[in-house]
């Protein structure tokens, strides 16, 4: 089952700003992209579940997320910057 991915307007900020920091950029979007792809299919089996949502790492960026799999959507909550 295919998944439709969409980040909160406040996630989305945060991955703004960690991309325009002045950090490897290309990393980051690399990472959003590949988030964004991966999450599309079986999202909870890549995922780690703590506290009510799913956590998932494609270095410098981690993802919290949670799923919806009546909507077949996942959502985007926060993402974070982490050292590789």
Do not use: H
């Amino acid at each position: 089952m295919k998944y439709t991915v969409t980040w909160l307007p406040a996630a989305s900020s945060e991955l703004t700003r960690l991309y325009n920091q002045p950090l490897n950029r290309q990393a980051v979007a690399d990472a959003a992209d590949l988030i964004d792809q991966e999450l599309k299919i079986d999202p909870d089996q890549k995922a780690r579940l703590f506290g009510g949502m799913y956590f998932y790492r494609v270095p410098p960026l981690v993802v919290a997320f949670e799923v919806i799999p009546d909507d077949c959507l996942v959502r985007v909550l926060q993402v974070y910057r982490v050292k590789s």
